[in-house]
């Protein structure tokens, strides 16, 4: 017989009751409202979405990721393998409770990847977080920003999403350095967060992981370079070598599109 799943801690929430639960000394189930959200024995979507974010960015030094929610610690885990030394690793995560079991009862899932020196964890909406790097130009950029929430963009993205809307994917970019990934998992193929990535000015590719029921999808996008142009100035005989390229701007489009309305919207209902 199948041992009982013990609470180990429980938490009110606005959606319902957060527990944690264990089984024997390895399995963990978070709970939402009695809702199974995330459990120690299926993790490849988190290990994945880590994993592919990070590709482009093992060599390079002082990489700056964030990472949101933490869950149980295993996308984070992920990136860390990953990166190097010199990497630092900014976690959003709005409920202290999880930040205490990923530093208590769940660290050795993960190697302790909570109290790794690489990493900062606050207790913050992701989304106000990028939001207010986007509008700061004085604020150091993401090289990555790794969305692990409990629910992925779905088929039709609200103008209002805070993180999949077409409003938050501008800031999102803003916030990224140039080239800079944004890298989120999802269910299935979403045909309308492809349209609103390309609308705010990321390439992407889409790859598929798991086995069976578990397969989802995690997407890779790219921050691309603002849509300026650069012609030289002058000569060599006129200006000199090395003659500073002067900015044109681009041509203006036929019909301006009216801008999107933006409304704070609710958080994502929880994944699983």
């Not at 978070?30 to 959200?37: D, K, W």
């Not at 024995?41 to 990721?65: I, T, W």
């Not at 142009?229 to 019909?255: L, Y």
């Amino acid at each position: 017989m199948s041992l009982p799943w013990e609470t180990l801690a429980s938490v009110d929430t606005p959606d319902g009751k957060l527990d944690l639960r264990r089984r024997g000394q390895k399995d963990f189930l978070i709970t939402i409202a009695g809702r199974v959200l995330m459990t120690s024995s299926a993790h490849r979507s988190e290990d994945a979405l880590a994993k592919l974010a990070c590709e482009g960015l093992r060599a390079k030094p002082n990489v700056r990721m964030l990472v949101s929610g933490l869950g149980m610690g295993y996308t984070l885990r992920a990136a860390l393998d990953e990166l190097a030394p010199d990497a630092h690793v900014l976690v959003a995560e709005l409920n202290p409770a999880v930040i205490e079991w990923c530093k208590g009862p769940l660290a050795s899932l993960t190697a302790d990847a909570a109290n790794d020196p690489r990493v900062t964890i606050h207790v913050v909406d992701v989304a106000k977080r990028i939001a207010n790097v986007a509008k700061n130009p004085e604020r150091a950029r993401f090289d990555a920003i790794v969305l692990d929430m409990y629910e992925g963009p779905q088929t039709n993205i609200r103008p209002n999403n805070p993180l999949y809307g077409p409003a938050a994917l501008v800031r999102t970019k803003r916030a990224l350095a140039v080239g800079g990934i944004f890298a989120t998992w999802c269910e299935g193929p979403s045909a309308g967060f492809e349209r609103e990535l390309r609308a705010a000015g990321f390439s992407f590719r889409i790859e598929r992981a798991g086995h069976g029921a578990r397969i989802h999808h995690v997407y890779i996008a790219h921050a691309l370079p603002d849509p300026v142009a650069f012609a030289e100035e002058g000569t060599e005989g006129s200006r000199g070598r090395g003659a500073r390229p002067a900015r044109v701007a681009p041509a203006p489009a036929r019909k301006a599109a009216a801008p999107r309305p933006f409304r704070r919207g609710q958080r994502p209902p929880k994944k699983r």
